[in-house]
Every structure is written in structure tokens, then in C-alpha cells.
């Protein structure tokens, strides 16, 4: 029997709605920026409604001001350099561009998300009426009279024609690596010729941070090449598979059953070499890779020769998943 441990790794970022704010104006004393807002684009039209698919804080709403939350553009209309906090609405300075979120506790959550509702007439250009240069898109938290709290999440972005763009450049508004390892351990029966396995490449298989995608977080990579060699007379054929363990964090787990694969045989030297099925990953139902399942098998009679395989790794895990990076370890088998 021939095996390998591959340990896989990937970042779970928390999904926050929140509104940006402008970096023109001067806050008052009272007033505090107490953290960003990301955004699901860097760049767009300000004709677009809604102009973002969704804006996400980087923290929760602070304490008293848990009951609603309000993404908003941040205009020095009066000119006199400051924005005044939104304490007392309505404000002509801070104007609605999405959704007015309603449900309350959001002092608990690790972050807030306001999604647009697709043909909004709240577009950048109806807010501001021809204005260019920068501006804060604001998210700002509602008490349960729903007043504004003076502390906000705001990014300040740039207008320039019919364009917006982050004033930083933007990026990838997960932009933290991930890491990970995989230890590779092989044993060869000894016989009249071998069957061995290797892992390629660098043992490591990282992950992109899984992305929002409808109801799940789901990111997609690549098996490291695994080949299997079989010298042994008689060809008496042999059989791959691979299960994964847990994904575990310094805080946090999750089933292994939230990633799946598609097999394939790359190369082969051999005759009658097959991958194994596809294997969704268990997010709805199933049980993914968490159960042993095949790579890709020879029957008796074949697979004499040097086959390479890899596959398609598919991860979607539930929303609420709590930040951190993941490891999990893939045993490959071949027998």
C-alpha cells in the first residue's frame, strides 16, 4: 500500500456590508472612523444601480447601535470642509445608495454586508448630481430609534467622468494570503517489480479565500500531480483514492465533507487507466471527499506502466464559517 497526506489550506474571510465614506472632509471631534468598508468591485460606472453587488464592513456595529445599519455616500454640500455625523436625520450630507438593513443584532456579528438590489434608481449619479472628485462611501450603524451613531466604516472612493475607482487602487478585498502544507509518505511492496506513488510540485496546496457565491463561500484549485508507477509482472492493476480530514483553524473547524473533486488522468504510459468519479462537495447534501473516494484505478490486466493524475478541487462552505486559515489533510492511498 502506497500513501500520501496533502494538507490543504485556505483563508475564510467574513463578508461585512457596510457603507463608504468621503476623504475630503474633516470629521468633527465627536466622530470617529473606526474601520473600512470592502467592496465586491474596485472600479465601476456611476450610472449603475445598484454600483456595488455588495459592501461589507471590517467589524460589527458598536454597542446601542445594533438595531439597523445604512450604506451611504458622504457629500460636503455646504462646502465648509466638514461632514456632519448623521445623529439627527435626516442629514443632507450623507445620502442612501442601498438598502437600509433592519433586522438588528448587529453588534454580534464579525461584520456587516449590504447587498444592492439590482436596478436601484439610488445610482451614484442621482447622489451626486454631476459632482466629481473624492467621496466617502459610509456604513453607519442605527440605534433602535434609529439614530446614527457618530462612528462609522467608510472607504473613500474617486469619481472622474462617468467612473468610480477606489482612491487607493483597490485590490482584492480579501486580500490576505493563505498557507499551506502537505506531507507526502509513500510505502512500496517489495515483489517482482514495484508499485510506487508520488506527490509533484512543492506539497502544498493553497486554496484561494472561498468568495461569496449566492448562499455559500466556494473557491476551486488543483491536486498536486500524483504518479502512480506499476513495474510488478502479471499486471494485476491498482487502485487510487483519497480522503480528507477535517478543516481546522486555531479557533475554528469545519466538516471535510464541504470539498469535492473532478479526477482525471493526465498522462499515461499505461492501458486502462480511469479516473474516478466527480464528487460534489457536500454543502447541500452528500458527503464530499470526507468519505474515501476514488482518484482513478486500473483493472487486473492493465495499468502496467507510469500514469499521471490530478484533479479539480471544489470548496463551498456556509457563510457564517469564522475567519481564520484552515488546514486539512487529503490521504491519498494506492493500492
Known amino acids: ?91 443632507d450630507e450623507t445620502l442612501s445608495l442601498g438598502p437600509t438593513l433592519n433586522e438588528g443584532g448587529y453588534d454580534t456579528v464579525p461584520f456587516i454586508q449590504v447587498d444592492g438590489i439590482a436596478g436601484t434608481p439610488r445610482t451614484l449619479e442621482t447622489r451626486l448630481q454631476g459632482r466629481k472628485g473624492e467621496f466617502e462611501i459610509r456604513i453607519s450603524c442605527l440605534s433602535e430609534q434609529f439614530v446614527a451613531s457618530a462612528d462609522y466604516y467608510a472607504t473613500t472612493i474617486i469619481v472622474e467622468g462617468d467612473t468610480w475607482r477606489i482612491a487607493d487602487g483597490g485590490g482584492d478585498p480579501d486580500p490576505e494570503p493563505v498557507e499551506g502544507t502537505q506531507e507526502i509518505t509513500t510505502e512500496v511492496e517489495q515483489g517482482e517489480g514495484q508499485l510506487t506513488m508520488t506527490i509533484g510540485d512543492d506539497a502544498q496546496v493553497t486554496l484561494p479565500a472561498p468568495q461569496l457565491d449566492g448562499d455559500r463561500l466556494s473557491s476551486e484549485g488543483d491536486l498536486d500531480p500524483v504518479t502512480v508507477s506499476d513495474t510488478r509482472a502479471g499486471a494485476p492493476g491498482w487502485d487510487t483514492t483519497a480522503q480528507v480530514s477535517e478543516f481546522a483553524s486555531d479557533t475554528a473547524e469545519f466538516d471535510g465533507k464541504y470539498l469535492g473533486w473532478t479526477p482525471e488522468v493526465v498522462s499515461s504510459t499505461a492501458t486502462g487507466v480511469v479516473p474516478g468519479a466527480a464528487v460534489a462537495p457536500g454543502f447541500s447534501e452528500g458527503t464530499g471527499l470526507s468519505e474515501a473516494r476514488q482518484l482513478a484505478g486500473a483493472p487486473a490486466g492493465s495499468g502496467t506502466g507510469s500514469s499521471e493524475l490530478g484533479a479539480g478541487l471544489s470548496l463551498e462552505i456556509p457563510t457564517d464559517t469564522a475567519a481564520g486559515t484552515y488546514t486539512a489533510t487529503l490521504t491519498l492511498t494506492t493500492i
Open 1 to 91: 500500500m502506497h500513501m500520501s497526506k496533502r494538507a490543504l489550506a485556505l483563508a475564510a474571510t467574513s463578508v461585512v456590508a457596510g457603507i463608504v465614506g468621503t476623504g475630503l472632509a474633516a470629521m468633527p471631534a465627536n466622530a470617529a472612523e473606526i474601520g473600512e468598508v470592502e467592496f465586491s468591485a474596485t472600479t465601476g460606472s456611476i450610472n449603475d444601480g445598484p454600483f456595488l453587488q455588495w459592501a461589507r464592513s471590517t467589524g460589527p456595529c458598536p454597542t446601542g447601535f445594533a438595531q439597523g445599519a445604512s450604506l451611504d455616500v458622504a457629500i460636503d454640500i455646504n462646502g465648509n470642509g466638514t461632514i456632519e455625523p448623521n445623529i439627527d436625520p435626516p442629514n
